[in-house]
């Protein structure tokens, strides 16, 4: 098994694309070690000293380490966990747990038109490019013209994400919705 890395824009993570399904649906935010008791790949991961967070994605591992660890200390035994994970026939995540779906929220107001609208341009636009930068965007509300997502992975605390959100996410909504006027970052 070869386990390619990519660096991200956020220093403090790691891509790991083990160049096998992880999740055939959604993503998983495990933000620490306790969210990470249904996934045996996220147990493995958090043996490691020094991560902070993972997330999985649909062919990725995104990987945060402490600002105190550097990646030369911990990423030989972070690629072996991986491969040991894979080798040990164990799920990523366990059968009673599921992955989330994505979107947090859900409007049936006069609002579920352009719910729908930013969702789609969400799933269409947005994930999939942060998903190359190890990843997510979620959808958690719309609220007087402003916007809400939850960003998670790479995307969790990256010094770039402010720019993302407001130059790159913010103009493309604003560009297609009209009603859109601002977005703003959610925490989970």
Request: with cysteine; charged share 20%.
């Amino acid at each position: 098994m070869f386990i390619q890395t990519e660096s991200t824009p956020n220093p403090a993570t790691l891509k790991f694309l083990p160049g096998e399904t992880v999740l055939g649906q959604g993503t998983a935010d495990l933000p620490d070690a306790a969210s990470a008791q249904a996934s045996p790949l996220g147990r493995r991961l958090f043996a490691v000293d020094g991560v902070t967070g993972v997330f999985l994605g649909s062919d990725f591992v995104t990987v945060t380490k402490a600002p105190e660890v550097d990646w030369s200390h911990i990423k030989p035994a972070l690629l072996g966990a991986i491969m040991d994970h894979y080798q040990s026939g164990l799920p990523v995540i366990e059968a009673q747990a599921t992955p989330a779906s994505g979107h947090a929220a859900t409007h049936d107001n006069e609002d579920a038109a352009i719910v729908e609208q930013i969702k789609e341009l969400l799933d269409t636009r947005v994930r999939p490019a942060v998903a190359q930068d190890g990843g997510d965007i979620t959808f958690h509300g719309f609220e007087r013209g402003v916007v809400y997502l939850h960003m998670q992975g790479a995307c969790a605390g990256c010094p770039s994400s402010t720019l993302t959100l407001k130059m790159g996410i913010e103009n493309l909504l604003r560009h297609y919705i009209p009603e859109v006027t601002e977005v703003r970052p959610v925490a989970a």
